[in-house]
């Protein structure tokens, strides 16, 4: 995942460093237009999964409902299996 994210990001500078060139050609610019591209469709899924992971963590009140309502709902053994 890091890997993913450190592509990105150098997807992310080599675009800007092409947009921020003194001459900018046609090729450059769509160059650096489809790095950037790239690089924030690359790098959305891996903040989603980050936020995703904070707000639901254990210690947030969000978290601690989920846990309990798995508590809650779970229903011991499943009557098709033998125990014995």
Known sequence: MSGLFSL?????GCGVGLLLADKLRKQKQTTAI???SVALASAVPVL?????SRVNAPTTKR???NRLRSIREDRGWDESVDVA
């Open 8 to 12: 990105a990001q150098t997807a992310v």
């Open 34 to 36: 489809t790095l950037f």
């Open 48 to 52: 989603a999964s980050y936020i995703a």
């Open 63 to 65: 978290g601690v409902r």
